[in-house]
Nanobody, 119 residues
């Protein structure tokens, strides 16, 4: 199965930056992204990028975050700047795979990495 390796979480002061990285072992990845679960809210999409380079961002992070490919299409970085305390939560990498000859896709999830933004 697809394996996801996450890195880059940690603690940072408000206004600081973090870069989350995720690498997937699969060879048929069609999109990758980051979701987060913040206190009191359901899991939400932060940002994602397709194999074609299209990106989607949550309104709350637009202008502050950039998702991009690094070291090939199976690795993505999420650069988060101007972090706010509201960004605190557990961030999960997601990879969507469509194997050759398959119509349906399968989602894979990382274990989650904690991001803590302090005042």
């Amino acid at each position: 199965q697809v394996q996801l390796v996450e890195s880059g979480g940690g603690s940072v002061q408000a206004g600081g930056s973090l870069r989350l990285s995720c690498e997937a072992s699969g060879s048929s990845i069609i999109s990758m992204g980051w979701y987060r679960r913040v206190p009191g809210k359901q899991r939400e999409l932060v940002a994602m990028i397709t194999s074609g380079g299209s990106t989607v961002y949550a309104d709350s992070v637009k202008g502050r975050s950039t998702i991009y490919r690094a070291n090939g299409k199976n690795k993505v970085d999420l650069q988060m700047n101007s972090l706010k305390t509201e960004d605190t939560g557990v961030y999960y990498c997601n990879a969507e795979e469509r194997p050759p000859g398959h119509y349906f896709t399968t989602d894979y999830w990382g274990q989650g990495t904690q991001v803590t933004v302090s005042s």
